[in-house]
T-cell receptor, first 112, second 111 residues
Framework: GNSVTQMEGPVTLSEEAFLTINCTYT??????LFWYVQYPGEGLQLLLK?????DKGSNKGFEATYRKETTSFHLEKGSVQVSDSAVYFC???????????FGKGTRLLVKP | SQTIHQWPATLVQPVGSPLSLECTVE??????LYWYRQAAGRGLQLLFY??????ISSEVPQNLSASRPQDRQFILSSKKLLLSDSGFYLC??????????FGQGTRLTVV
């Protein structure tokens, strides 16, 4: 079936470290892909997105590239900050359909 | 611009009591609407979605129900809450082909 798999957390990093959170997906078609961020006690906010193969989404120093050949959409940031501590969710949506599926989320903790 | 309102923000209810959580969307028409639940230490579980007024699809069988009495109103209900219903409930909307936009969530604690 269609699903999203992301790496287990928590991920603990020191400030200014490099971040990678892996995300892979399965889909029958060509889904749009998203990363959302959830700060404590809040709803989800869209961080970035990509709608077709080789697209790169970027925002606030975060980047993710839609890799059709590896069905991946890994989230990266060159230098994390304490304020980046949150839960990150990878998600996929099929074209014009209703389906909007999330991974289980990865908690990131950045220490000063 | 579009906005989504979800209330209440927090709720403490005894086991066996009823539940009603409301979500409304402004600034868009005929959105797809979603209810998700996030249990402690777990990911987002899709509970219900709706593509139009009166059209509800359930993803997970349980003692919750949903209704869409108006185009931009989505209600999550229960007749009798269980302890296992505790969690963080999120409402979301999207138009086909776009990203989903989320409300601020309702923290439900069943005691």
């Amino acid at each position: 079936g269609n699903s999203v798999t992301q790496m287990e957390g928590p991920v603990t990093l020191s400030e200014e470290a490099f971040l990678t959170i892996n995300c892979t997906y399965t889909a029958t078609g060509y889904p749009s892909l998203f990363w959302y961020v959830q700060y404590p006690g809040e709803g989800l906010q869209l961080l970035l997105k990509a709608t077709k193969a080789d697209d790169k989404g970027s925002n606030k120093g975060f980047e993710a590239t839609y890799r059709k050949e590896t069905t991946s959409f890994h989230l990266e940031k060159g230098s994390v900050q304490v304020s980046d501590s949150a839960v990150y969710f990878c998600a996929r949506a099929e074209g014009q359909g209703f389906s909007f599926i999330f991974g289980k989320g990865t908690r990131l903790l950045v220490k000063p | 611009s579009q906005t989504i309102h979800q209330w209440p923000a927090t709720l403490v209810q005894p086991v066996g009591s009823p539940l009603s959580l409301e979500c409304t969307v402004e600034g868009t028409s005929n959105p797809n609407l979603y209810w998700y639940r996030q249990a402690a230490g777990r990911g987002l579980q899709l509970l219900f979605y709706s593509v139009g007024i009166g059209q509800i699809s359930s993803e997970v069988p349980q003692n919750l129900s949903a209704s869409r009495p108006q185009d931009r109103q989505f209600i999550l209900s229960s007749k009798k809450l269980l302890l296992s219903d505790s969690g963080f409930y999120l409402c979301a909307w999207r138009q086909a082909g776009t990203e989903a936009f989320f409300g601020q969530g309702t923290r439900l604690t069943v005691v």
